[in-house]
């Protein structure tokens, strides 16, 4: 295909002209036979309703970061830098331009920016302030076409005013390294073959400034290139629907939260009334005048931590669990989601009652009784002793007080590696504590638990303050927990051993990736969103790790990704590494147990839904699209009648959205081959609209990202392939602008109840969270936040 000369309007002149510089054109989203002919008219054919400002159009300055940069700054950094020689003016080195505007990590760029600003080829030489102040005075200038200028200066490697196939080569592969991305000289090549195709239409072999603008504006068109629907752009000017009169905040609070709200009140409740209980009843009893409110406040503590004890093991029933949520009326007052921050919350009940308990314990109540008076303690609970008043150290080294010192040394232990930092092996430990913490000592030093309820046990049958059996009631709290627990782990054992497992592919993946294809045993079923429990016993027969399932509940086989992020997953990538690289297809062995139910198994529950992935964070939705997609498939071929219940059974969101934010571009390989379905699946349903965000690159407008996009907008108007993901889904640049975005979706689907889905760093967890009540109470369109936890 051979585009037809066109006639252009763009002038070469420095002057400014507002009307043609600050509206993005439209260009065409696919090309197709029926664009052949002017695929330049195409880009003049349209003016985009909101005009963008010309900041954001092309900058050289990193004018958002910091909370904005200003002459200040940057006359700041100068003095920082500045040497001086024989008193002349103060001057900073020609390699330190770059840091003074903000562009650190951008080196070589910065160089070449120079070169563009000082029009020579040689700029190895010092800077004084007043020539840095011009240069910032010209990339900042309000005028688009003199920015416009600079940017062509940077191209023209020869500064002739005319940018050859070459130029524009180096400069494509300046842009991509600069921006982190990885391409082959021979696609830069094509790449800019294909720039001159579409601009050189005179085939002069060069092309001059105003050819070079028509290929910037195709870049900052408004139209979307790709096939979805959703425009995704920063823009904080955007109005959304505003309700006219807001929801109220404390009205939507209480709709997100009175599952977790009434769960929380009811536990506090209970432990509230069983420390009130026992410290009324220790109040009333002989040894009260001994020890006093201490003994009624560990006694009280005690109960909080029997009752605290067997409760904390029912979060972690997944079995018990993953059963009970298939009940839709409980699981529309229990909040399963939360099972694991119900755990943890419960785990500091359990500490604050170890404090209150032990502490009064050892710093009060055993001082009180060697200490008190003879006939005081012969009165009262001198029986209890054999009538013989012990010293403090006799008291320790009973059977009750040493069995209670030793729960609480375990548990400290169980405790202080289960937290963040520890159980992450976060960089800011001391090396020496890193190489003895991780997720792998972390699992192992929370079993434990086991010798601490077999000493919970023994600690309660000697209670020397008490020789009635009936008050012995820590059995009594924790028999059915404890039972039920060992009932699922001994179900597991037995679970996995049916399953049999074959492996059918494993596959290696950029970024420390693996992911395993596995035969679907006979009667395992399970619902999109859920996650299964794999096993290697080549590692360790004991460790089960948890990981969402990518293949679809209708698919033949099983599939995961596993990312290297610990000691575990690391030994089963260098196993499965070796078995794929040495071609014997003999794989290791592994188990799985499951399916387990996820937050993200809730997406049924609404019409609409958005699924936001950071990383690997994505898997548990890859197996929800596909559901959707084949749902909207058998859907559109059903010849029932509207009423039919094989339709109705298959309730799947009508609409779903997938945000999938990485830092890497080899990330994309992970799931090229299951995006490329979807996206082709869904183009006809449009039920799917799915964009990538890729952190490495600069976002829309930045200088050192403006040819990528424009690049990128050409290979997909002729291929309909995003060249960063290799997919036929839209590459967006930088973070997401998250405010812009649940602004169009209450736009878009007003009234609407929407469920966002969310897997990944707790960080952006937060802000997330506050996104869906800012906008579920400013907008008649009602968020509704939901986050993994394993």
Request: proline share 4%; glycine share 4%.
């Amino acid at each position: 295909m051979e585009p037809q000369p066109s006639s252009l309007s763009l002038s070469s002149s420095s002057s400014c002209s507002t009307n043609d510089n600050t509206m993005p054109l439209s260009f065409s989203p696919v090309w197709t036979e029926s664009d052949k002919t002017e695929p330049l008219q195409a880009v003049n054919q349209e003016k985009a309703s909101t005009p963008r400002s010309d900041t954001e159009l092309l900058r050289f300055m990193d004018l958002t970061a910091n909370g904005g940069m200003r002459w200040e700054d940057v006359e700041d950094r100068f003095d920082r830098l500045a040497i001086t020689h024989c008193q002349i003016d103060p001057v900073i080195k020609w390699s330190d331009f770059g840091l003074c505007i903000g562009m650190k990590q951008s080196q070589e760029f910065a160089n070449q920016l120079l070169r563009a600003l000082r029009k020579s080829k040689d700029c190895n030489f010092c800077m004084r302030k007043d020539e840095l102040h011009s240069y910032w005075c010209r990339m900042t200038d309000p005028c688009f076409n003199s920015r416009m200028q600079i940017f062509f200066d940077l191209c023209d490697r020869n500064m002739e005013g005319r940018m050859t196939e070459i130029d524009i080569k180096q400069t494509i592969i300046l842009s991509a390294t600069t921006n982190k991305l990885f391409l082959t000289p021979e696609e830069a090549e094509d790449y800019a073959a294909l720039v001159m195709e579409l601009l050189d239409t005179e085939k002069r072999g060069y092309i001059e400034l105003p050819q070079f603008e028509t290929l910037f504006k195709v870049s900052l068109s408004k139209a979307s290139f790709s096939n979805n629907h959703l425009s995704i752009r920063h823009d904080p000017y955007h109005n959304f629907d505003r309700v006219q009169e807001p929801n109220s905040r404390i009205e939507i609070l209480f709709r997100s939260y009175w599952r977790r709200a009434w769960i929380v009140l009811l536990w506090l409740t209970i432990c509230s009334a069983l420390f009130t209980w026992k410290f009324l009843q220790y109040r009333h009893r002989a040894a009260f005048q001994v020890m006093g409110y201490c003994l009624s406040s560990a006694k009280g503590a005690a109960e909080t931590l029997k009752f605290n004890m067997a409760l904390i093991l029912l979060p972690v029933c997944r079995n018990t669990i993953t059963w009970l949520r298939r009940n839709r009326s409980v699981n529309s007052i229990i909040p399963f989601n939360d099972t694991i921050n119900f755990h943890k919350l419960i785990a500091g009940g359990i500490a604050v009652g170890v404090i209150l308990h032990g502490g009064c314990h050892l710093t009060c109540d055993l001082p009180r009784i060697s200490d008190s008076d003879h006939v005081i303690f012969r009165q009262t609970i001198a029986a209890q002793f054999g009538y013989h008043q012990p010293s403090y150290f006799e008291i320790l080294s009973t059977k009750e007080v040493a069995s209670g010192i030793g729960m609480v040394i375990l548990m400290a232990i169980a405790f202080s590696l289960a937290t963040t930092w520890p159980r992450r092996g976060s960089p800011s430990l001391p090396k020496s504590v890193r190489n003895v913490t991780g997720y792998n000592t972390f699992w192992y030093s929370h079993h434990l638990f086991i010798p601490v309820y077999a000493l919970l046990i023994f600690h309660s049958i000697f209670l020397f303050l008490t020789n009635n059996v009936n008050e012995k009631t820590t059995w009594m709290y924790i028999a059915i927990p404890v039972l039920l627990y060992t009932g699922e782990r001994v179900f597991r054992a037995m679970r996995s051993g049916f399953y049999e497992v074959e492996m059918l592919k494993a596959s290696i993946h950029p970024g420390k990736v693996v992911s395993l294809k596995l035969h679907k045993p006979k009667g395992f079923k399970y619902l999109s969103g859920m996650y299964i429990f794999i096993q290697c016993p080549q590692i360790s027969p004991f460790e089960w790790h948890p990981f969402s399932l990518t293949s679809g509940p209708e698919d033949d086989y099983l599939s995961v990704h596993i990312r290297t992020s610990g000691d575990w997953s690391y030994q089963i990538y260098s196993l499965f590494q070796e078995a794929t690289l040495s071609g014997l297809n003999s794989y290791p062995k592994v188990h799985i147990d499951g399916p387990y139910g996820a937050a993200s198994q809730d997406h049924i529950k609404y019409d609409i839904i958005v699924l936001i992935g950071l990383g690997i964070g994505a898997t548990p939705f890859i197996g929800i699209l596909k559901d959707i997609v084949n749902g909207a498939q058998k859907s559109s071929h059903c010849d029932h009648h509207s009423g039919c219940r094989e339709c109705s059974s298959r309730k799947s969101p009508l609409k779903a959205y997938l945000f999938w934010v990485t830092r890497e571009q080899s990330s994309f390989e992970w799931f090229r081959d299951i995006m490329k379905e979807i996206s082709n699946s869904s183009e006809k349903q449009s039920v799917v609209e799915m964009h990538n965000f890729l952190t490495s690159v600069y976002e829309e407008g930045d200088a050192r990202s403006v040819l990528i996009s424009a690049i990128q907008a050409l290979h997909y108007a002729k291929n309909g392939i995003d060249f960063v993901s290799r997919t036929p889904v839209r590459t967006h640049f930088a973070r997401p602008n998250w405010s812009s975005i649940f602004s169009k979706l209450a736009c878009k689907h007003r009234r609407a109840r929407i469920g966002v889905f969310y897997c990944g760093a707790s960080t952006l967890a937060n802000e997330l969270e506050g996104m869906c009540t800012k906008f579920s109470t400013k907008t008649s369109t009602r968020f509704v936040f939901h986050k993994e936890n394993y």
